[in-house]
Nanobody, 115 residues
Framework: QVQLVESGGGLVQAGGSLRLSCAAS????????MGWYRQAPGKQRELVAI???????RYGDDVKGRATISRDNAKNTVTLQMNSLKPEDTGVYYC?????????WGQGTQVTVPS
C-alpha cells in the first residue's frame, strides 16, 4: 500500500501564492510519476502538474507560467508552488503517484481563492 500525505493549501488571497507538499510512504518500489491534480466544484479533475521519472514535466494549460513543481526522489516528496493565484484556482488539490502501473491519490487539500 502507498500513502500520500498532503500539506499546505487553505485560504489564499487573489494574487497570492501557495505551496503544497506531498509525502509518499509505504510499499514504494519505483515511482513512475508524481504530481498534482485539482477538482473545482462541479468540474472534472484536471492536471495541475506532473513529473514523470526520466520524462518531461507537464503543466496544465491554466497554470502554465504560474506553477512550478519539484520532486525529491530521495524523500519521495513532491512540491507545488503556485503564484498569482486567481479565484478560478479554487478547488481540492490532490497529490498523485504512479508506481508500477498503479495510480494512488491523496485525500486532497482545499485551496480557496476568494473573488
Amino acid at each position: 500500500q502507498v500513502q500520500l500525505v498532503e500539506s499546505g493549501g487553505g485560504l489564499v488571497q487573489a494574487g497570492g501564492s501557495l505551496r503544497l507538499s506531498c509525502a509518499a510512504s509505504g510499499s514504494i518500489f519505483s515511482i513512475n510519476s508524481m504530481g498534482w491534480y485539482r477538482q473545482a466544484p462541479g468540474k472534472q479533475r484536471e492536471l495541475v502538474a506532473i513529473i514523470p521519472s526520466g520524462g518531461t514535466t507537464r503543466y496544465g494549460d491554466d497554470v502554465k507560467g504560474r506553477a512550478t513543481i519539484s520532486r525529491d526522489n530521495a524523500k519521495n516528496t513532491v512540491t507545488l508552488q503556485m503564484n498569482s493565484l486567481k479565484p478560478e484556482d479554487t478547488g481540492v488539490y490532490y497529490c498523485y503517484l504512479m508506481s508500477r502501473g498503479s495510480g494512488y491519490w491523496g485525500q486532497g487539500t482545499q485551496v480557496t481563492v476568494p473573488s
